[in-house]
């Protein structure tokens, strides 16, 4: 079936813009992730749903970032006012927590660039 | 708070070689521990779930071990090829008492098989 999907895939900002990334999760599932790779280290955590409900937001940077799941399926990511340090590849994840518990599967990303 | 290290950070071998890529963790209630592969530009690739009552997974040419305790776990790759380039990175998930289903990530161990 269909895998995460993400939009769009390559995202150029100039600093001071705002911008909205997107994800599609897999269909049904209940969890949904959001990560930020900086360039050469491993993805870094940023928030979590579970349906329509944030539950975790802890890895958020600062108060510029804001995401949603209205309807507990598509996610948007919103970052306001962007910065140089912004830039990075965002990656989304979604898993269903009774199907090899809490594995979970991951989409392309987006790579954003602050100029 | 949760610490992932990989080491090496990079490692380049000969085709035809088995080699082990090693990871460790500072805090040892995990609930699982994924291994992942990045190509270039791309996502995340899930390879092998090790649950914590588990000692290893296999699935063809991998392998990965975890002893919770010591807070390790290693990836063993047989008979490499060059289409194994890439990088590999290791997560952990903590226990389901605390909330949050983040996953912890390492740096990553950038393979390069040489033909």
């Known amino acids: 079936g269909a895998g995460v999907s993400q939009s769009p895939r390559y995202k150029v900002a100039k600093r001071g813009q705002d911008v909205a990334l997107r994800c599609d999760p897999i269909?049904?599932?209940?969890?949904l992730f959001w990560y930020q790779q900086a360039l050469g280290q491993g993805p870094e955590f940023l928030t979590y749903?579970?349906?329509?409900?944030?539950?975790?937001k802890s890895g958020l940077p600062s108060d510029r970032f804001f995401a949603e799941r209205p309807e507990g399926s598509v996610s948007t990511l919103k970052i306001q006012r962007t910065q140089q340090e912004d830039s990075a590849v965002y990656l989304c994840?979604?898993?269903?927590?009774?199907?090899?518990?809490?594995?979970?599967?991951f989409g392309p990303g987006t790579r954003l660039t602050v100029t | 708070k949760q610490e992932v290290t990989q080491i090496p950070a990079a490692l380049s071998v000969p085709e035809g070689e088995n080699l082990v890529l090693n990871c460790s963790f500072t805090?040892?209630?995990?609930?699982?521990l994924q291994w992942f592969r990045q190509d270039p530009g791309k996502g995340l690739t899930s390879l092998l779930l090790?649950?914590?009552?588990?000692r290893e997974q296999t699935s063809g040419r991998l392998n990965a071990s975890l002893d919770k305790s010591s807070g390790r776990s290693t990836l063993y790759i047989a008979a490499s090829q060059p289409g194994d380039s890439a990088t590999y990175l290791c997560?952990?998930?903590?226990?389901?008492?605390?909330?949050?289903?983040?996953?912890?990530f390492g740096k990553g161990t950038k393979l390069t098989v040489n033909p």
């Open positions: 090790i649950q914590s009552s588990q």
């Open positions: 805090d040892s209630a995990i609930y699982n």
């Open positions: 994840a979604s898993s269903l927590p009774r199907d090899r518990p809490y594995e979970q599967y």
């Open positions: 749903f579970q349906n329509e409900a944030q539950l975790d």
């Open positions: 997560a952990v998930k903590r226990g389901l008492q605390g909330g949050s289903e983040k996953l912890v």
């Open positions: 269909s049904g599932h209940v969890s």
